[in-house]
């Protein structure tokens, strides 16, 4: 059994600790409602979801993940969806099963722990607080904090300086691709939980250094 020995934790938001993606069709539907366009649903935003909001609206315009855009409309679409999110962001939105208890005990054992997501800081703030878990973090490295965002290393390289910690002495705690590529990029350990987005892919396929159905699995490992 692996042993994980850092003294950083950076942890993911979206698919990692709360499931999002009730508040984020609410939203894409409402705003494709506003538009003339077919709404969506919660099982097409599930599959969408992980790289941002920009980008899910972009897939929720084209109807995939990786369609053609039409600028013009999605300069139209963009605000209507951020309007609704502003006020939608924590309604729906609630924790995994034993995510509490996971940070519980990551506290209780006195390590680092920052929160590192594609989510803009507008959302991820009141999200963090609205649920009862900001106070958990030491640092929040939203998806507008800094120039580049997962999977670039940059933001988990950004918090490893910030607390002083070199990256073979880090962990990310994480649901993608995106999260795989840029823990390995940064010289970080990746833990992901099988339950994440993904985009409907198996993430043991993208071989992190293991996957855990629940974070209160963390004291077997840490």
């Not at 924790?95 to 989510?119: A, F, I, P, W």
């Not at 840029?182 to 350990?189: K, L």
Request: hydrophobic share 35%.
């Amino acid at each position: 059994m692996k042993k994980f020995q850092p003294n950083l934790i950076m942890i993911d938001v979206d698919g990692t600790l709360v499931d999002s993606v009730p508040d984020l069709s609410y939203c894409v539907d409402e705003m494709m409602v506003e538009l003339g366009m077919e709404k969506r649903g919660e099982d097409k935003v599930r599959h969408w979801v992980g790289n941002g909001v920009s980008k899910l609206v972009e897939r929720a315009i084209t109807g995939e993940l990786e369609g053609q855009l039409n600028k013009e409309l999605f300069n139209k679409a963009y605000p209507i969806f951020l309007n609704y999110y502003a006020e939608n962001t924590a309604k729906r939105t609630y924790l995994y099963d034993g995510v509490r208890e996971g940070l519980d005990y990551l506290s209780l054992q006195g390590y680092y722990l920052g929160c590192v997501t594609n989510k803009a800081t507008q959302f991820t703030h009141p999200l963090l607080k609205e649920l009862g878990i900001f106070d958990y973090f030491k640092i929040v490295i939203s998806g507008d904090t800094l120039t580049k965002k997962k999977p670039d290393p940059m933001p988990l390289l950004y918090g490893a300086e910030y607390f002083g910690v070199r990256p073979e002495e880090c962990l990310m705690i994480g649901d993608s691709v995106s999260d795989v590529k840029a823990s390995r990029s940064a010289g970080f350990d990746i833990i992901c939980m099988s339950y994440g987005y993904n985009h409907g892919n198996n993430i043991a396929d993208e071989k992190p250094d293991l996957v855990i159905d629940s974070m209160t699995e963390l004291g077997k490992y840490l």
